[in-house]
């Protein structure tokens, strides 16, 4: 089915989410639209924009809001595309707004809380989770505005030895966290859960979008109440099943394949697990011990879940195997100008995939950086004490595709003098495109990523 238009399953998808009251996002998701949307923003327009309607998600350091229209416009350019893989998928938005627009999505990333975010934007499908969620919300609402609630971890660790979101709100999220524990959920409806908790939790905070450090005096938005809201999950694509996995990108790599892989690796030394250790200890509830001012979870610092993403000597190496490994015919690379290679070193490494059969095209971004750029340097008692160097970075696209179209090739993913590994399939997966077993059940985490006996 041509991803531009809808289909039957799609449009029965959007009946059932107006039935029951809920926004129907899925249609609204086009380059055309996004590029409006974008322009609205830039243009700070008051009211209601299509990103709201979309719903809005965490802020994450290298979201890539901004750039979906020029994401999916590449995406639509590989012409048959159905599969579309996200190895590094943060906040899932790149993979929400594909699967709105009809492609069968493949989202990974490491971190539990990213892989749970995936779980509900990506794997989780509207007709199958939301009127169940819309319930919970209310539920949980109501448990929010009790009177007896009573501190726990997350209060005692992120509200009163570090200042991230006021007591208030810590009981409530306490509160409901043990709530959806004890309810055993079925896990696409228990990450949408989680999803809707982490993300009211984000909207009652009080840092500049990084969990390294709070700010000195509780932020406006910090002394709201918490409220959950029911996340944007979207209906089915008539392409197929999606799915969400949390495991290495190398791993995920070899297992996993599709038409077009989007890769948007981390670009500097700051590990997404310490930019973002609330979201994971709220995610997994293991309750870990913590160090620091800002309270970091123990294995945050104890190496074994470090990502070679983040280490300058590693990195070129490890992306050049990464991307020798990926199984996708169409390749588009996010990254940005501050991050550890230059456009040059990339191209050069890009064109020399695929035994030299690699064709790269450079699509330039240019942005304002993160909020904390913008705000400048302070010292621990709240002075400004220095300013950020520049105030804009580019954001290079890099789509890499074979010499020759699929349909000269004869369809499917294209073959070369490099092998590219087949997946192993597993008899009685119910996806359309076979995917490997050790990658389709787990909710749970794998080995390496479970609660360390010490907590
Ligand atoms: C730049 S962010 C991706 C942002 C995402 N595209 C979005 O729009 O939200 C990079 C992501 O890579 C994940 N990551 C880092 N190292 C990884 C690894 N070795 N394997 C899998 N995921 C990894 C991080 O957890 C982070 O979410």
Redesign the pocket.
Known sequence: MSPKRLGPKEREGLGWLADHGLTPVARIVTPKRLRAADRHRRREVSGTSVYERFGRMIK??????TLLPVILDAVRAAAGAGAVI?????????GHALKGAGYRVLA????AY?AVLARCYVQADAEGVLEDAARLVGEFNRLARRADLAPGYFTETFCVKSRYIQPKNGVRIDSIREAIAAKSLPPDLEAVMLTSLMEAADRVDSTTGLQMAYLKHWSQRSHNDLELRVPAVLPRPAAGKCRAHC????D?AAALEGDIAYI????NQHS??GNYHMWESLVRWDKPPVYGVACKRVDVREGGRR????SRPRFATALRRLLGMVRARTLII?FSDEGYMMRGEMEAMLRGLWGGAARVRVIENDFKRYIGAQIGIYNPRGERVGRVGHLRNKEYMYVVTREGTAQERGGGVATDETPVPRARVEPGDTGETPVPRELVDPYTLPAWAAPSSSS
């Open positions: 994450y350091l290298g979201s890539k809001r996200d190895l590094f998928s943060g906040t899932s938005r790149v990974n990333d490491h971190n990213a495991h290495d990108a190398f995920a948007d690796p981390p670009y997404y697990l990502s070679v993403f983040n996010s």
